[in-house]
């Protein structure tokens, strides 16, 4: 994301109240009006880590061992654990 200058964008009297509480300082001014993205919503992130999920513990289910998904996903055995208690815990 780029920088802008504040003076550039921004009416003069609402810089010299921002300038008021963070002048000087770099600040991050989030969307407003309830438009976020939940995680991993747009750039589909979210369902692929699911999918992987998923596979990793019907592999665990079928027999492979936490050391062997671990390599194959590139994952630590304690992250390959985890994704497999999600599913209990689900």
Known sequence: MPY???????????????????????????IGGGTKNKWGSRNGAKLRYTKRNAEIRLRFKSGETYEALADIYGLSEDSIRKIVRQQENA
């Open 4 to 30: 802008h200058n504040a003076e550039k964008l921004l009416p003069r009297r609402l810089l010299r109240e921002v300038q008021a509480y963070a002048g000087g300082t770099l600040l991050y001014i989030p």
